[in-house]
């Protein structure tokens, strides 16, 4: 059974408490004042001496792509994704804080999709503002994992898949399985945590926000350390990175800010304060930028759909309040001019929306999240649990599981169709 390392220490100010408790005992003790033991002075000693050595093991050099990443240092390393042309391919930085101290192992990837550039910015403000010789833990980023869509400007590898489809891989699969297998067994599989960052696609944009699954305590917990960040219920879909790893006990979110093809500095500096406070709650690092707010607003959701093709006017924006019933767009048809509208179905706040373009029918219009009390979410991942539980439990007339059988490796299918990827857009 994973455990989390850090979701349940204590906040960074309870050592300087501690501290000063300890001092106030040891000044009474040599005034005679602490409350008198069993008269073994030098027992007491040898307990106080304990109690007083805040010593911890050094962290030991991290061993990652070919390389020793000493503690307290920063480290630029090279990772070169397993593709045909291995005499021309271009390796990807990872840039990897190596901290003095110990702690947990943070992965920031982003760029999976190379026309997503927020998530590029945040990682490199990140990176180059950690002080590995205060830092208790690793971070470790890669600004652009997609290097080929990143040079096109395009949401795909260079055959036409979606990456963020083919998580864990296969390194005997498709050109974007091996890819997959590479990142996720190279550099995935050493982090306790990944925050994987995205924008919207395909003309869409996102109010900044995390995708987790809340069926999962272990990620409602995690999701609580990002502060005032609005949270949506999304279970994970085979293929996805953050669903490949917290398959393999690594808990993981994503965080979606804003749309594809542009750089926007709010949704960037909303992305680096959360993970700030991230940073902070893990007891990693002191932030200069915590947020305030203790407590995430979580969101069930659903994207709202086109029923016709034709031209969208949005007639809310992002981050409203919309109430069932009320009009969010309309799609019109130039020729014909009739149209239809796109209504909310329940009362809620604009989430997602597609700027306004020529969409088809089944276009996923807008994003409206319904609100979930922290309690409502907690007790429905318990509930998940028990239930999980209840299910894996073997019954007398089931089979043993033979666990010198291999387990079967994800890979989409090399035929996936178009019209699969399209309908997928509307997710990470």
């Not at 891989?169 to 550099?187: D, P, T």
């Not at 089979?399 to 890979?411: R, Y």
């Amino acid at each position: 059974m994973f455990v989390l390392f850090g979701l349940a220490a204590t906040p960074g100010w309870a050592n300087e408490v501690e501290d000063e408790e300890r001092a106030v005992e040891r000044q009474q003790e040599s005034d005679g004042q602490a409350t008198a033991g069993d008269g073994n002075t030098d027992t007491d000693k040898a307990d106080s001496a304990v109690a007083d050595d805040p010593a911890e093991p050094a962290p030991l050099p991290l061993p990652l792509l070919g390389r020793q990443v000493e503690p307290g240092s920063f480290a630029t390393l090279h990772w070169t994704p397993d593709q045909s042309f291995a005499s021309i391919a271009t390796p990807v930085p990872v840039l990897v804080a190596h901290g003095d101290k110990p702690g947990p192992r943070l992965c920031l990837t982003a760029a999976i999709h190379g026309d997503e550039l927020n998530g590029i910015e945040m990682v490199r403000r990140l990176m180059y503002e950690l002080e590995p010789d205060q830092l208790a833990g690793t971070v470790i980023g890669v600004p652009i994992v997609n290097l080929d869509g990143f040079r096109n400007g395009s949401r795909y590898l260079s055959d036409r898949r979606d990456l963020n489809r083919y998580f864990p891989g296969n390194k005997k699969g498709s050109a974007a399985s091996r890819v997959a297998h590479s990142l996720f067994s190279n550099i995935v599989r050493h982090c306790d945590y990944l925050v994987d960052l995205h924008t919207g696609s395909q003309k869409r944009v996102n109010q900044p926000q995390l995708r987790a699954d809340l069926d999962n305590p272990d990620v409602v917990a995690f999701a609580k350390h990002f502060g005032g960040m609005t949270v949506l219920h999304s279970p994970g879909v085979t293929g996805m990175l953050r669903d490949a790893a917290v398959k393999k006990d690594i808990v993981a979110v994503t965080m979606e800010a804003g749309g594809p093809n542009r750089l926007e500095t709010e949704a960037v500096s909303y992305g680096v304060q959360a993970i700030d406070t991230l940073l902070e709650n893990l007891g990693m690092r002191k932030a200069s930028r915590f947020w305030s707010a203790p407590q995430p607003v979580f969101y069930e959701s659903e994207w709202i759909r086109a029923t016709q093709g034709g031209i969208l006017l949005a007639e809310v924006e992002l981050n409203q309040k919309v109430k069932k019933g009320q009009v969010l767009g309309t799609v019109t048809d130039p020729i014909s001019n009739t149209g239809s509208a796109v209504i909310a179905p329940y009362n809620g706040r604009v989430l997602g929306m597609a700027v306004n373009q020529v969409v088809h029918a089944g276009f996923a219009a807008f994003r409206i999240g319904e609100e979930k009390t922290t309690e409502e979410v907690e007790a429905k991942a318990e509930k998940a649990t028990r239930e999980k539980e209840q299910k894996t439990q073997p019954s007398e007339d089931s089979p043993a599981h033979d666990s010198s059988a291999p387990e079967p490796e994800a890979d989409r299918a090399d035929d996936l169709s178009q019209a699969e990827e399209e309908e997928s857009h509307s997710e990470e």
